[in-house]
């Protein structure tokens, strides 16, 4: 094994990949896989896996999938049990699942503002608080990966549960890397600009693209195998073993544009 492999190698680690049957963490997946982790992808339906276990099963690597409603934390905690019957252990938990909206603000339900809170940052702390709590008493020196957005630095408009709901869970990562920072249990944030995921597909109209690109210096959106190499970096405590708290941003220069 040369230099460069070893400091990104998975071999015989555990990732679980909540919202793994999604567009954006099903090429994760895949890179995870390639670097030897067995892959457990979470999430309630199975059709949506399929090809993503497929494409896994293709690049030669191992993964399964674990029904999973992420916003019940007993079903959190079957997850985790099943993956340390299946697998013998976790060292990576990324929490990949989120919902978007472009609800008028004027026109926010209470109804909509909880449920998006609940899926992007309430089912959040859930993981984090069950997985966290399994590394700190196996003494596993784990690594957390949540999913941010740059509209969580940044608010943008026209999704204001969703940006609020995205900040938030980067100040629950800075939090939970101080914690846990002293137990080597890493937990960082990593931050997309705009790549063809299935929630921006629904608050994207032609006028709004050509907004987004003139600010993203790079002029395009971000293609999903982009977001590997950073993930690999946080998930490896060889290669990423002193970064906690940081937020890991990937969106082209999006957010060092102005005007």
């Known amino acids: 094994m040369n230099y460069i492999h070893s400091l990104f190698d998975l071999t015989d680690k555990v990732a679980v990949i ?16 390639k670097a030897g982790a067995e892959v457990v992808l979470a999430g309630r ?20 999938f674990v029904a999973t409603d992420l916003t019940e934390k007993n079903s959190l905690e079957n997850l985790l049990e099943s993956v340390i019957g299946n697998s013998g252990r976790v060292d990576i938990l990324i929490n990949g699942a989120g919902v ?5 603000l004027f026109d926010i339900e209470m109804d909509e503002l909880e449920h998006i809170f609940k899926v992007n940052f309430s089912a959040t702390f859930q993981a984090c608080q069950i997985f966290g709590k399994y590394f700190v008493n196996e003494g596993i020196a784990g690594s957390i990966i949540n999913l941010g957005s740059i509209s969580g630095l940044n608010p943008l408009s026209r999704v204001f549960t969703y940006s609020a709901s995205k900040a938030a869970v980067h100040n629950l990562s800075k939090n939970l890397a101080r914690e846990w920072a002293d137990k080597d ?5 990593l931050v997309p600009g705009f790549f063809p995921a299935e929630q921006n597909r629904k608050v994207l109209d032609e006028a709004r693209v050509l907004e987004i690109l003139r600010k993203t210096p790079m002029s395009r959106f971000g293609n999903p195998e982009e977001l590997i190499g950073t993930v690999l970096l946080l998930a490896s405590n060889k290669a ?3 970064i906690t708290g940081t937020e890991m941003i990937v969106d082209g220069g999006f957010d060092a544009m102005s005007i």
């Open 185 to 189: 249990i890493r937990v960082n944030t």
């Open 100 to 104: 978007n909206s472009p609800t008028p």
């Open 240 to 242: 990423g073993g002193f």
């Open 18 to 33: 909540i919202g793994g049957t999604g567009e954006l963490c099903g090429h994760i997946a895949t890179g995870l896989a």
């Open 45 to 64: 339906d199975a059709s949506k896996a399929d090809d993503k276990l497929q494409a896994i099963s293709d690049a030669g690597g191992k993964g399964y």
